[in-house]
């Protein structure tokens, strides 16, 4: 899922004005121009080499001296688009509030993968959970997230031991990732913001396994059936 979005005006070649929506999909890495839902072009990451702007005009830049002329929206879409363009191009790390602005919580937690939990840094916002790679903190993230979760209607079974739960997503809540709190107040603090980013979770039973997790081996028990790899 792509986490950058921007409505934009584009003139065509007849001097017509177009609707089109710029999506970053930070997953696969390539810059997509949407028209009704239909994608018209694909840019890959690797093809942006700049940005420029003036007023609500602005041009992305790309290899073999290619560019993208569009209109925003708004002041503050040309100056995300110019920030975002510019760490793509420059292979740098985007900053925090262009992942986040209105962040509920994020910290470290562990995330189930394979047989073992292990770490991740997560960022909540209303209606999203971002999953970064473990070794970041909050000033350092990885360049794109693992995985974008979306809480729409989603459920939230909290689990026998006391630190862990489950998070189910998607279409009939048929996504499911197991996570591992460090502490029951740690879990408590995730479980009322993930409640509060959600809107109105589904509700979910307690007690959804009786065996509890081992972190001494770092093994998962909580799920006879643990979550796909999302992230």
Do not use: M
Not at 92 to 99: I, K, R, S
Not at 176 to 185: D, G, H, Q, R, V
Not at 197 to 223: F, I, L, Q, Y
């Amino acid at each position: 899922e792509a986490f950058l979005n921007f409505s934009v005006t584009k003139t065509n070649k007849r001097g017509k004005d177009q609707e089109r929506i710029l999506n970053f999909d930070t997953k696969r890495q390539k810059l997509l121009n949407v028209d009704k839902e239909q994608i018209n072009k694909v840019f890959g990451f690797q093809e942006i080499t700049g940005f420029s702007c003036e007023g609500l005009n602005f041009s992305i830049k790309f290899t073999k001296g290619r560019s993208y002329d569009c209109i925003a929206q708004s002041p503050a879409d040309v100056k995300t688009l110019n920030a975002v363009c510019k760490a793509i191009a420059g292979k740098e790390e985007l900053p925090l509030h262009l992942w986040d602005r209105k962040c509920i919580l994020s910290g470290h937690i562990l995330k189930y993968k394979s047989g073992f939990f292990e770490r991740r840094f997560l960022v909540l916002v209303r209606g999203k959970l971002f999953i970064f790679g473990g070794k970041v903190d909050a000033n350092s993230y990885t360049y794109y997230p693992r995985n974008v979760i979306s809480l729409d209607n989603a459920g939230i079974a909290l689990l026998d031991d006391g630190v862990s739960f489950n998070l189910k997503f998607g279409q009939g809540t048929a996504g499911k990732i197991a996570l591992l709190c460090s502490s029951k107040e740690e879990r408590t603090a995730w479980y009322q913001a993930l409640k509060t980013a959600a809107g109105k979770p589904k509700p979910a039973a307690d007690g959804a396994s009786k065996t509890p997790a081992k972190t001494e081996t770092r093994k998962s028990t909580v799920d006879s059936k643990p979550a796909a790899d999302t992230a």
